[in-house]
Protein backbone atom coordinates (compact mmCIF):
# COMPACT_ATOMS: atom_id res chain seq x y z
CA UNK A 1 0.00 0.00 0.00
CA UNK A 2 1.07 3.73 -0.47
CA UNK A 3 0.23 7.10 0.88
CA UNK A 4 -0.08 9.81 -1.68
CA UNK A 5 2.16 12.75 -1.02
CA UNK A 6 0.71 15.76 -1.63
CA UNK A 7 2.40 18.92 -3.04
CA UNK A 8 1.53 22.67 -2.11
CA UNK A 9 0.18 23.22 -5.42
CA UNK A 10 -2.43 20.74 -4.74
CA UNK A 11 -1.35 17.53 -6.48
CA UNK A 12 -0.42 13.97 -5.26
CA UNK A 13 2.39 11.64 -6.12
CA UNK A 14 2.52 8.29 -5.31
CA UNK A 15 6.15 7.51 -5.13
CA UNK A 16 6.42 8.02 -1.19
CA UNK A 17 5.04 3.77 0.43
CA UNK A 18 3.29 4.41 3.95
CA UNK A 19 0.28 2.81 5.35
CA UNK A 20 -3.34 3.67 5.29
CA UNK A 21 -3.71 2.19 9.33
CA UNK A 22 -2.19 3.81 11.53
CA UNK A 23 -2.27 7.13 9.76
CA UNK A 24 0.62 9.33 9.59
CA UNK A 25 1.27 13.06 9.43
CA UNK A 26 0.71 14.62 6.19
CA UNK A 27 3.45 16.16 4.86
CA UNK A 28 3.20 18.73 1.92
CA UNK A 29 5.86 19.82 -0.18
CA UNK A 30 6.19 23.23 -1.93
CA UNK A 31 7.77 26.52 -2.03
CA UNK A 32 7.00 28.80 1.26
CA UNK A 33 4.47 30.83 -1.00
CA UNK A 34 2.91 27.83 -1.68
CA UNK A 35 2.81 26.08 1.67
CA UNK A 36 1.42 29.10 2.98
CA UNK A 37 -1.27 29.18 0.76
CA UNK A 38 -1.98 25.94 1.36
CA UNK A 39 -2.36 26.12 4.83
CA UNK A 40 -4.76 28.68 4.57
CA UNK A 41 -7.28 26.30 3.86
CA UNK A 42 -7.32 24.83 7.08
CA UNK A 43 -6.04 27.49 9.17
CA UNK A 44 -6.83 24.92 12.41
CA UNK A 45 -4.43 22.91 11.87
CA UNK A 46 -1.79 21.70 13.76
CA UNK A 47 1.69 22.32 11.80
CA UNK A 48 5.13 22.01 11.95
CA UNK A 49 7.02 24.28 9.79
CA UNK A 50 10.69 23.07 8.80
CA UNK A 51 12.47 24.56 5.89
CA UNK A 52 15.61 23.91 3.77
CA UNK A 53 18.29 25.92 2.12
CA UNK A 54 18.04 23.80 -0.97
CA UNK A 55 16.58 20.91 -2.95
CA UNK A 56 18.97 18.72 -1.96
CA UNK A 57 18.35 18.87 2.05
CA UNK A 58 14.45 18.41 1.12
CA UNK A 59 14.99 15.35 -0.78
CA UNK A 60 17.35 13.69 2.27
CA UNK A 61 14.48 14.78 4.23
CA UNK A 62 12.27 13.23 2.37
CA UNK A 63 13.89 9.90 2.20
CA UNK A 64 13.94 9.53 5.64
CA UNK A 65 10.44 10.16 6.40
CA UNK A 66 9.72 7.41 3.63
CA UNK A 67 12.17 4.84 5.80
CA UNK A 68 10.33 5.61 8.83
CA UNK A 69 6.71 5.76 7.11
CA UNK A 70 7.49 1.97 5.91
CA UNK A 71 8.45 1.08 9.43
CA UNK A 72 6.58 3.11 11.82
CA UNK A 73 3.22 0.99 11.19
CA UNK A 74 4.50 -2.69 11.76
CA UNK A 75 6.25 -1.59 14.96
CA UNK A 76 3.14 -0.16 16.26
CA UNK A 77 0.93 -3.58 15.02
CA UNK A 78 3.81 -5.42 16.64
CA UNK A 79 3.34 -3.18 19.82
CA UNK A 80 -0.16 -3.55 19.70
CA UNK A 81 -0.12 -7.60 19.49
CA UNK A 82 2.17 -8.26 22.01
CA UNK A 83 -0.12 -6.44 24.25
CA UNK A 84 -2.69 -8.75 23.04
CA UNK A 85 -1.52 -11.51 23.70
CA UNK A 86 -0.33 -10.01 27.52
CA UNK A 87 -4.12 -9.69 27.93
CA UNK A 88 -4.83 -12.97 26.67
CA UNK A 89 -2.38 -14.38 29.16
CA UNK A 90 -3.41 -12.77 32.08
CA UNK A 91 -6.80 -13.92 31.01
CA UNK A 92 -6.18 -17.84 31.17
CA UNK A 93 -6.42 -19.83 34.06
CA UNK A 94 -2.93 -21.37 35.86
CA UNK A 95 -2.94 -24.93 34.38
CA UNK A 96 -1.93 -27.11 36.66
CA UNK A 97 -0.04 -30.07 35.57
CA UNK A 98 -2.26 -33.87 34.59
CA UNK A 99 -2.10 -36.39 36.82
CA UNK A 100 0.01 -38.59 34.12
CA UNK A 101 2.07 -35.50 33.94
CA UNK A 102 3.31 -35.60 37.39
CA UNK A 103 3.77 -39.24 38.24
CA UNK A 104 5.91 -39.02 34.56
CA UNK A 105 8.10 -36.19 36.13
CA UNK A 106 8.16 -38.08 39.58
CA UNK A 107 9.13 -41.37 37.83
CA UNK A 108 12.24 -39.01 35.93
CA UNK A 109 13.20 -37.27 39.05
CA UNK A 110 13.52 -41.26 40.96
CA UNK A 111 15.38 -42.56 37.24
CA UNK A 112 17.87 -39.36 37.68
CA UNK A 113 18.84 -40.06 41.16
CA UNK A 114 19.32 -43.80 40.98
CA UNK A 115 21.48 -42.97 38.45
CA UNK A 116 23.49 -40.73 40.48
CA UNK A 117 23.64 -42.44 43.51
CA UNK A 118 24.48 -45.90 41.57
CA UNK A 119 28.43 -44.47 42.36
CA UNK A 120 28.90 -44.61 37.95
CA UNK A 121 28.79 -41.18 37.52
CA UNK A 122 32.15 -38.80 39.06
CA UNK A 123 32.23 -34.58 39.41
CA UNK A 124 34.89 -33.24 36.64
CA UNK A 125 37.42 -32.84 40.33
CA UNK A 126 36.76 -36.38 41.16
CA UNK A 127 38.08 -37.31 37.68
CA UNK A 128 40.80 -34.53 38.05
CA UNK A 129 42.11 -36.76 41.46
CA UNK A 130 42.01 -40.02 40.08
CA UNK A 131 43.99 -39.15 36.76
CA UNK A 132 46.15 -36.25 38.36
CA UNK A 133 45.31 -33.82 35.88
CA UNK A 134 45.88 -30.18 37.46
CA UNK A 135 43.69 -29.41 41.11
CA UNK A 136 43.85 -25.75 40.27
CA UNK A 137 41.65 -26.05 37.12
CA UNK A 138 39.55 -29.61 37.47
CA UNK A 139 36.88 -29.14 34.92
CA UNK A 140 39.53 -28.42 32.14
CA UNK A 141 40.00 -31.49 30.90
CA UNK A 142 36.71 -32.88 31.07
CA UNK A 143 35.13 -29.78 29.52
CA UNK A 144 37.63 -30.07 26.34
CA UNK A 145 36.15 -33.82 26.21
CA UNK A 146 33.04 -33.25 26.27
CA UNK A 147 33.30 -30.22 23.54
CA UNK A 148 35.13 -32.78 21.35
CA UNK A 149 32.35 -35.19 22.33
CA UNK A 150 34.46 -37.69 23.19
CA UNK A 151 32.27 -38.09 26.38
CA UNK A 152 28.86 -36.91 27.82
CA UNK A 153 27.62 -35.75 30.58
CA UNK A 154 24.40 -35.02 33.04
CA UNK A 155 23.83 -32.15 34.95
CA UNK A 156 21.61 -31.90 38.49
CA UNK A 157 21.86 -28.67 40.30
CA UNK A 158 24.38 -26.88 37.70
CA UNK A 159 26.90 -29.33 38.58
CA UNK A 160 28.58 -31.75 35.91
CA UNK A 161 28.92 -35.29 36.23
CA UNK A 162 30.15 -37.67 34.05
CA UNK A 163 29.98 -41.33 33.58
CA UNK A 164 33.07 -43.64 35.19
CA UNK A 165 32.43 -46.13 33.52
CA UNK A 166 33.23 -44.65 30.11
CA UNK A 167 36.89 -43.83 30.90
CA UNK A 168 39.71 -46.26 30.44
CA UNK A 169 41.89 -46.74 34.05
CA UNK A 170 45.18 -48.09 32.01
CA UNK A 171 44.89 -45.13 29.36
CA UNK A 172 44.95 -42.02 32.69
CA UNK A 173 41.35 -42.39 33.18
CA UNK A 174 40.65 -40.78 29.11
CA UNK A 175 37.57 -42.03 27.30
CA UNK A 176 37.71 -45.03 25.85
CA UNK A 177 37.16 -44.34 21.96
CA UNK A 178 33.92 -46.02 21.49
CA UNK A 179 32.24 -43.53 23.80
CA UNK A 180 32.49 -40.97 21.26
CA UNK A 181 31.80 -43.75 17.87
CA UNK A 182 28.43 -43.85 20.62
CA UNK A 183 28.03 -40.28 20.71
CA UNK A 184 28.30 -39.79 17.22
CA UNK A 185 25.90 -42.77 16.46
CA UNK A 186 23.24 -41.11 18.30
CA UNK A 187 24.17 -37.40 17.11
CA UNK A 188 21.77 -34.88 18.92
CA UNK A 189 18.99 -37.48 19.26
CA UNK A 190 19.89 -38.21 23.10
CA UNK A 191 20.25 -35.68 25.73
CA UNK A 192 22.70 -35.89 28.61
CA UNK A 193 20.84 -38.33 30.73
CA UNK A 194 18.73 -39.80 27.92
CA UNK A 195 22.18 -41.56 26.98
CA UNK A 196 22.86 -41.94 30.61
CA UNK A 197 19.12 -43.84 30.46
CA UNK A 198 20.55 -45.48 27.76
CA UNK A 199 23.46 -46.49 28.96
CA UNK A 200 22.13 -48.09 32.22
CA UNK A 201 19.28 -49.58 30.55
CA UNK A 202 18.80 -53.26 30.03
CA UNK A 203 19.15 -53.90 26.12
CA UNK A 204 17.66 -56.51 24.20
CA UNK A 205 20.39 -56.41 21.05
CA UNK A 206 23.34 -57.16 23.88
CA UNK A 207 20.99 -60.42 25.37
CA UNK A 208 19.91 -58.05 28.14
CA UNK A 209 22.87 -56.70 29.12
CA UNK A 210 23.62 -53.15 29.89
CA UNK A 211 25.88 -51.29 27.73
CA UNK A 212 27.64 -49.64 30.31
CA UNK A 213 28.96 -52.83 31.21
CA UNK A 214 30.17 -53.83 27.95
CA UNK A 215 31.93 -50.44 26.69
CA UNK A 216 35.55 -52.05 27.90
CA UNK A 217 35.24 -55.36 27.00
CA UNK A 218 33.04 -55.29 24.22
CA UNK A 219 32.74 -51.77 22.81
CA UNK A 220 31.94 -53.03 19.02
CA UNK A 221 28.59 -54.56 20.29
CA UNK A 222 27.76 -51.37 22.33
CA UNK A 223 28.19 -49.52 18.97
CA UNK A 224 26.19 -51.91 16.96
CA UNK A 225 23.91 -51.87 19.63
CA UNK A 226 23.80 -47.98 19.55
CA UNK A 227 23.44 -48.15 15.46
CA UNK A 228 20.25 -50.82 16.21
CA UNK A 229 18.42 -47.95 18.50
CA UNK A 230 19.05 -45.83 15.51
CA UNK A 231 17.37 -47.62 13.21
CA UNK A 232 15.15 -48.64 15.21
CA UNK A 233 13.66 -44.42 15.92
CA UNK A 234 13.98 -44.51 11.95
CA UNK A 235 11.82 -46.99 11.18
CA UNK A 236 8.90 -47.18 14.29
Known amino acids: ?29 GKSREISAFLRQSPARPVLAVTFDNDHELAVAEEVYRRVGEVLPQLIRSRQQDKVTKVVEALLPEMAPSRSALIQARMQAEAKAQILESGDYLRAAEIAKLAGYS ?27 FPAFALNPEKSYKPYSAVGEVLDVFQDSKSGWGLAFWFAGLNSFLDDQRPQDLLAIKPELVIAAAKDAVEGLQHG
Do not use: C
Not at 5 to 18: F, L, M
Not at 144 to 158: L, P, T
Open 135 to 161: ESNPSAQTSKWKRDKSIFAVEMNGVDY
Open 1 to 29: MATKRRTASGGTDASVPAHASPPLPRVVV
